[in-house]
């Protein structure tokens, strides 16, 4: 919560328990572990949901976030351009 205040983020409630330092069944990976890894947003970004997803090999378990974006929105003066690469869940980049 400190960091999304001294970015002026937005923290999206957590996707619940995404890592384990032990293998575990993916089912028990849900409930078992600590919920470390979080999605913030900033601007015209609107976080619809975040989910974890099947477990990949990581230690982490995947999140994927739905989210929109609003048109017309000012870019606040601290934001950068970014970009972003995607993998769909089949796992072939998409287009």
Same mark, same amino acid.
């Given at each position: 919560?400190?960091?999304?205040?001294?970015?002026? @983020?937005?923290?999206?409630? !957590?996707?619940?328990? /995404?890592?384990? *330092?032990? +293998? @575990? &069944? $993916?089912?028990?990976?849900?409930?078992?572990?600590? &919920?470390?890894?979080?999605?913030? !947003? +900033?601007?015209?970004?609107?976080?619809?949901?975040?989910?974890?997803? %099947?477990? /990949?090999? !990581? $230690? *982490?378990?995947?999140?994927?976030? %739905?989210?929109?974006?609003?048109?017309?929105?000012? +870019?606040?003066?601290?934001? *950068?351009? /970014?970009? /972003?690469?995607?993998? !769909?869940?089949?796992? +072939?980049?998409?287009?």
């Amino acid at each position: 919560r400190r960091v999304a205040a001294l970015g002026g @983020l937005t923290v999206m409630p !957590s996707a619940g328990p /995404t890592w384990i *330092h032990i +293998k @575990l &069944p $993916d089912f028990l990976r849900r409930f078992a572990g600590l &919920p470390i890894d979080q999605v913030f !947003s +900033k601007g015209g970004v609107t976080i619809h949901s975040a989910t974890r997803l %099947e477990d /990949t090999g !990581s $230690d *982490h378990l995947p999140v994927m976030v %739905e989210f929109s974006l609003r048109l017309n929105q000012q +870019k606040p003066l601290d934001e *950068h351009e /970014t970009a /972003t690469a995607a993998i !769909s869940q089949t796992g +072939k980049t998409p287009g």
